[in-house]
């Protein structure tokens, strides 16, 4: 094994993957068509990948349409308590191997990976990303390639950056140095639905940084981040350094957050879970061979407010594509906005109008900007939402608010007006296509900037609209800890790797930034090492000499 995993290669500096537009009559739009009919017309099996080997159990899911969810994509199986064991102790035997790499080979792994994503295999994961978790083409194409490709060729980039940080000075005669070793444990990926390129990212960057890596997807999102594992086996990751165990999340999660051998988790999803699994760490903290790291990225309550020099026209489109697109099941989704009464009139016209013109229905049709919720559980929980809505005193539905769960899970784009300021949905995370406006009285602009960031315990995303500079100024002081990814004039939503690095803080987790080089950092164990070449022979020193 290399003493330092420092760089003898350098990497390029990389570059964000160009994102197609799908545009009629373009080669994309039709080798993407193609695709999509390829796919509909078959169902595949998906087994547990463990050590490079598949496992059927015979405990079977299925992944379906979300706009037809009559039409099975596939049956994928499940691990039960026997097959998280055997991941645990396949990743373990891995590790020592892995490790010993030069990082530079490792890192080639996932380089090769991304451009196979970019070519080879760019339709065929936009395919199953708009069958199996209902994105458009556009949403599709921004997270299951463009973002997923960025993610491998940045950390790689970002490895570099941490791996080349060394002690600044080693005076004569002595050499300092650090090692950055991996975990000693495994580290525990788990995934959400809703992006591939976290499902991939989740398991990846602990793994260039020489770490083993159990990846538990999310049920309702299996058919991605199983074509990620075999574009991995292609570019030629060894076995046993990414295990695929999809599975109960209580099943999953009781065996390896008990494991001793746990080095790290690394997780996107509720806040709840988040909770939960930290309060089982501290239960255990006793039997693990080491302090795990806990690297979390969870809900939000993201925000847009708006100042009365706001551009009406741009506020509005912001708030439609930020409230709706993939709708609105995005972490950074906005899902509240306060709005001053001297522009609410303007805008309540626009969002009439430009709402008025969504099209909904299935992600085959590439007119609908709009398509269906994940799954029945996600439909039940946000028509909940709007019910509640509907029935309220102190709030209206002003537009939208009808669904149907017949064929697909759709619900419309849903604009409720409120005026109180902690009414539920300007409080509570949704995560669907559900934005909540309240409107203040101008003067009262700081007063409510304050109230915008004491209304919500999340704090991811935020945005802030004003042509004023002073106003915008204020904004950012008095919201500076409301979100870790702040936007001006500009939707909370669309984070570029390597140009907005993501994540927040309170309850939106714990701000590790995917991204950058400060989560590759979060995967490593720093070893300080200081080598003399010529040690002293002798104990005493000079100031004990006598005169």
């Keep these: 094994m290399n003493l ?53 159990t015979g405990r079977l899911g299925q992944a379906v349409m979300p706009h037809d969810h009559q039409h099975v994509l596939a049956d994928y199986h499940q691990a039960g308590e026997e097959e998280i064991r055997l991941a645990i102790d396949t990743a373990m035997a891995a590790k020592q191997e892995w490790a010993s790499l030069r990082w530079e080979e490792r890192a080639a792994i996932f380089l090769k990976a991304a451009d196979l994503l970019a070519g080879k295999y760019r339709y065929t994961m936009n395919a199953a990303s708009m069958l199996s978790t209902s ?10 390639a463009c973002e997923l490709i960025d993610f491998l060729r940045f950390n790689v980039y ?33 995934a959400p639905f809703n992006f591939t390129a976290i ?27 199983y074509l990620f594992m075999q574009i991995m086996k ?33 997780f996107t999803g509720s806040t709840a879970v988040f909770h939960q699994m930290w309060k089982t760490v501290g239960g255990n903290i006793a039997n693990y061979k080491s302090y795990p790291r806990i690297v979390g990225e969870t809900g939000g309550k993201d925000f847009v407010f708006a100042h009365a020099s706001a551009n009406v026209r741009k506020l509005a489109t912001a708030i439609i594509r930020g409230a709706f697109e993939f709708q609105g099941q995005k972490c950074s989704a906005a899902s509240r906005a306060y709005v001053p009464a001297s522009l609410w009139p303007a805008l309540n016209r626009e969002l009439d109008t430009e709402i008025a013109k969504i099209k909904m229905g299935p992600t085959t049709d590439f007119s609908n900007f709009f398509n269906a919720v994940i799954d029945q559980a996600a439909f039940d929980t946000i028509t909940e939402f709007v019910d509640f809505a509907q029935q309220a005193d102190d709030a209206e539905v002003i537009i939208g608010g009808g669904y149907d769960d017949s064929e697909g899970y759709f ?36 007063e409510t900037l304050e109230l915008c960031d004491q209304t919500s315990v999340y704090a991811l995303t935020g945005a802030v609209f004003a042509t004023e ?37 309170r309850a939106s987790g714990t701000n590790d930034k995917a991204g950058s080089y400060l989560n590759l950092v979060r995967w490593v164990s720093p070893r300080t090492i200081k080598e003399t070449f010529d040690a002293p022979e002798s104990f005493p020193y000079p100031f004990m000499d006598e005169e």
């Design 411 to 446: 619900i419309e784009p849903t604009v409720i007006l409120t005026d109180n300021p902690h009414f539920r949905t300007l409080e509570e995370e949704i995560f669907g296509p559900v934005m909540t406006i309240y409107v203040y009285d101008d003067e009262k602009f700081e």
């Design 135 to 144: 994105k458009s083409a556009f949403q599709a194409e921004i997270d299951a």
């Design 158 to 190: 970002f490895a570099q950056q941490v791996y080349s940080d060394q002690p600044l000075y080693s005076p004569e005669g002595v050499w300092n140095s650090v090692q950055y070793r991996p975990l000693e444990g495994f580290v525990f990926a788990v």
């Design 469 to 505: 500079r002073t106003a915008v100024s204020l904004a950012m002081a008095k919201l500076e800890n409301a979100a870790g990814n702040f936007y001006i004039n500009d939707k909370p939503t669309g984070a570029v790797v390597g140009q907005q690095p993501f994540g927040g803080a």
């Design 4 to 56: 330092l995993n420092n760089a003898i290669f350098e990497v390029p500096t990389p570059f964000n993957e160009p994102v197609y537009d799908y545009a009629p009559g373009s080669p994309e739009r039709a080798r993407l068509k193609a695709a999509l009919d390829e796919m509909a017309g078959r169902k595949i099996d998906i087994p547990l990948i463990i050590g490079g080997k598949e496992i059927r």
């Design 234 to 266: 292609e570019a030629g990751l060894p076995d046993g350094v990414i295990n695929f165990i999809p599975g109960r999340g209580s099943m999953v999660g009781k065996t390896c957050l008990a494991h001793r051998d746990l080095g790290g988790i690394h």
């Design 199 to 225: 499902a991939g990212n989740l398991a990846a960057s602990p793994a260039i940084m020489g770490n083993t890596v159990l990846l538990k997807p999310a049920s309702s999102c299996v058919y991605t981040p």
